[in-house]
């Protein structure tokens, strides 16, 4: 029989990013970064005129911090004993919003951090590359965590079997997020690697008891 396979999100689980996007854009690029409500877009405001910054600009911000900044993140608290800790007893991909280009740059940042994984890209919905993820591996088991309920919702259509855990370790943004295990579409939410790990672990040693 295959192992079980956990299929892990990268940015607010493993790694910050707001927070470090945050100081980068506060630092270098003239722009005021604050989280009202759950609106990212919104967040963003040029110092010099309090204007939004436009979709066309959030996207380069964006891609200028992935390219040159990727440096500036660092673990969320429990993330890297956590990930090793369900390495011991099944496989661990990353599977992350980033163009393709981008994957190897992710795969050393992990690495750097003591994360030792396969990292897939991915761009828009998860649930497909979730599936292909799946039919590649067949595994006994396998559990998707992520931090935006629309990845868990993708996720419960696409490949309904896996577990879902909703997890959002930057304290900045979870408050903000609605919840997949609320919608349904999560089996659960848990925000801090202390409580998920043994979340976790338990999953996959019933799993492994049948």
């Keep these: 029989m295959n192992r079980p396979l956990i299929i892990s999100d990268c940015d607010e689980v493993l790694l910050y990013m707001v927070a470090p996007f945050r100081d980068w854009l506060d630092e270098s ?97 998860k649930g497909p590359a979730l599936a292909a993820i799946i039919e590649e591996y067949s595994p006994s088991r396998a559990i998707f965590i992520d931090d935006l309920p629309q990845h868990h919702k993708s996720a419960a259509e696409a490949v309904p079997q896996v577990r879902r855990l909703h997890l959002c370790g930057e304290p900045m943004l979870a408050p903000h997020i609605d919840c997949a295990h609320a919608a349904g579409d999560a089996h659960a939410r848990i925000d801090q690697w202390s409580e998920a790990t043994p979340w976790l672990l338990e999953q996959l040693m019933q799993e492994n008891a049948r």
């Design 29 to 125: 690029q003239g722009v005021k970064f604050q989280m009202v409500g759950n609106d990212f877009a919104n967040a963003m405001r040029w110092k010099d005129s309090g204007e939004p910054v436009g979709q066309q600009d959030i996207w380069r911000l964006l891609g200028g911090f992935f390219d040159s900044e990727m440096g500036r993140q660092t673990p969320i608290a429990g993330a890297v004993e956590g990930i090793n800790a369900l390495a011991d007893h099944a496989d661990v991909v990353i599977l992350t919003n980033l163009n393709d280009e981008r994957q190897e740059r992710r795969r050393q940042q992990l690495a750097d951090h003591g994360i030792h994984a396969r990292v897939f890209t991915n761009q828009g919905p």
